[in-house]
């Protein structure tokens, strides 16, 4: 039976300071929860929105795939069940597109380089571009994302989410050249770029250690899902095995049983 206010001698309302409510401490980039969600319960949509994008240019793409910390910290948790955090900015997301623009800023004449174009070269893309720094991302692959893009299946987040996000982040004065491989810090260097951020995340899976790893019909999770959102057929067969229980794991189970796999 869940705990509630009535059946309850004490309640602790906050225990750290005060300035930093547990869900806004427990959020990785600080995002303002109870400012934003006060403006959804006023339906003032937009505000709420801007006061999300002051933190990340991803409202859409985290409303739906950030595993949401913040809940798991929100003081309504004792009592009966969080507040839905995610969801409500899923919700303000899509009732007030955002559209970040061009912000009228002074040039600091400085140039800089990003290397990867995933969530983490995107979001310090538009926040340099805020402070009046020329950016250029390089991507390498042929679209922007980087894990976004082709590590999360499209059930779970849908193309045109992520490609509506990263054009916001293009129309706010950010250069993003795909189909771009840099070879060295050097070669950014020397085109006169004054500094370098490589953001080229992390697109290996773990390794199992055991025999039999490099047979045929063994793939990792991060090439499966990454060769289905290419595009590619992915030979598997009718019965499937899948090693692991987190989001990978589960994505590429369900994959699997999307392309057919009979058993899984």
Known sequence: MSDTLANRSTYVVYKEPAESPPCQVACP????????????????FAEALAVVVERLPFPSVCGRVCHA???LRCR???????????????????????????????????????VGSGPAGLTAAYYLVGLGHAVTVFEMLGEPGGMMRYGIPD?????????????????????????????SIDELRSQGYDAVFVAIGAHRSVE?????????????????????????????????????????AVDSARVALRMGARDV
């Open 29 to 44: 980039v600080g995002i303002d929860i109870p400012c934003y969600l006060h403006f959804i319960s006023q339906s003032r």
């Open 69 to 71: 910390p913040c809940e």
């Open 76 to 114: 309504l948790s004792e009592i009966g069940g969080s507040v839905p955090i995610r969801a409500l900015k899923r919700f303000v997301a899509e009732r007030a597109p955002v559209q970040l623009g061009r912000r009228t800023v002074k040039p600091s004449g400085k140039r800089v380089a990003i």
């Open 155 to 183: 059930y779970r987040l849908p193309k045109e989410v992520l490609a509506a996000e990263v054009k916001a982040i293009e129309a706010s004065g950010v250069d993003i050249k795909t189909n771009t491989r840099v070879n």
């Open 208 to 248: 199992l250690g055991i025999e039999g790893t490099d047979n045929p019909g063994v793939i990792d999770a991060i090439s499966f899902l990454r060769e289905v959102n290419e595009g590619k057929r992915v030979q598997l067969g009718d019965k499937v095995v899948v090693v692991g229980g987190g989001d990978a």
